[in-house]
């Protein structure tokens, strides 16, 4: 502070208020007051004071040359955050964005450091400039800017900082509006907290079956990887692992039919190609193949896990379909394909 700094320099050269008043032609109050953060010198004075204590300006400001600048809070920016300390101060900041308010990415960082300060400060006029520099971001707002901000993510920031300050029903109002990302538990605590005791269990549902949906995709998309470089033992640990599972938490007997048939036709595959018994897996599937005709357009229930995001398994498919569309994923000259291709045809060619 600018203050601390006066007074630390007249400590080292000795002199009290007074005499400093009568250097520069003003009171003790004054100087007093200028000691104590209450006013400030003008900037001429500022430059006499610097002369007179042989320092810079800079100096006496507490910015060196490289942070007087936008790039360089910036940088001090990340290196707090890096550092998990909280140096820069609110007056710093607010400083700062009074003299360039229109610096979008200026406001970008200091959003992000003002989010990690309250979670340490608890400090509830945080979330206030939050609220505020999100706001004026909105207004700067370009789609093609060099950070890859986006509207969501500055939504993102305003549902955040409204939901700290208990303002739930103008949280969930931008969520929904907004359709702001990765907020489902915001958003469910929101519903929650608002007595909509239905809706906030929808949400939590559907945030359940997304969560899975994403396991099993993660999953099979490794499997795949593990039977392309031949590594079929490895592949069929990971088979049987999320065919347990899946089996373990499924409630409705179509919400994971199709997944955990897909996941079984290609357990059944490894095991002939491994040249283990794999006529318990044929004949869950033959089983399960009718039950899967049956429930092939009973899908509406979980419509909305797909309305945005295409998983390995598209439920609007047969069950056929989806064999097919495995077996093809498969290399066409590997013992894989050609195992696979036996199971299908014991299934539907017969």
């Given amino acids: 502070m600018l203050g601390d700094k006066i007074a630390q320099l007249r400590k080292e050269k000795n002199i009290s208020q007074e005499e400093l008043a009568d250097i520069f032609n003003t009171s003790r109050q004054a100087i007093s007051k200028w000691e104590r953060g209450e006013s400030y010198p003008d900037i001429d004075r500022l430059k006499d004071l610097a002369l007179y204590f042989n320092v810079s300006v800079d100096f006496l400001l507490d910015y060196d040359i490289e942070s007087s600048s936008v790039d360089g809070f910036i940088k001090k920016i990340d290196t707090s955050m890096q550092n998990g300390d909280s140096k820069i101060t609110i007056e710093d900041i607010k400083a700062m964005v009074s003299k360039y308010q229109n610096n979008f990415e200026l ?52 549902s955040s900082a409204y939901f700290l300050k208990k303002e739930y029903e103008v949280a969930k109002n931008y969520i929904i509006e907004h359709n702001v990302a990765d907020m489902d538990s915001v958003l469910y605590e929101c519903e929650f907290q608002l007595g909509n005791k239905e809706k906030s269990s929808e949400i939590a549902f559907s945030f359940y079956l997304r969560s899975i949906m994403n396991l099993i995709e993660s999953s099979t998309l490794q499997i795949n990887q593990l039977l392309k470089t031949n590594e079929y033992n490895e592949a069929y640990e990971m088979v049987e692992w999320i065919s347990s599972f899946i089996k373990s938490i499924e409630k409705k007997g179509v919400l994971f039919l199709r997944v955990i048939y897909v996941l079984v036709f290609i357990k059944a595959s490894i095991e002939k190609t491994l040249n283990l018994d794999y006529k318990d897996s044929l004949t869950f599937l033959k089983e399960k193949y009718e039950e899967a005709e049956q429930a092939k357009d009973d899908t509406e229930s979980i419509k909305f896990i797909h309305l945005k995001k295409t998983n390995i398994l598209t439920v609007y498919r047969g069950i056929k379909e989806e064999i097919e569309k495995t077996l093809a994923s498969f290399e066409l ?16 060619e017969e």
């Fill in 107 to 158: 406001l970008t960082w200091i959003i992000s450091y003002l989010s990690e300060l309250y979670y340490v400060t608890k400090d509830e006029s945080l979330l206030d400039l939050t609220i505020n520099y999100s706001n004026r971001l909105l207004l700067l707002y370009k789609p093609n800017n060099s950070l890859s901000v986006t509207l969501g993510d500055i939504y993102q920031a305003l």
């Fill in 333 to 348: 000259d590997s013992l894989i394909y050609q195992n696979g291709s036996f199971i299908y045809k014991e299934l539907f």
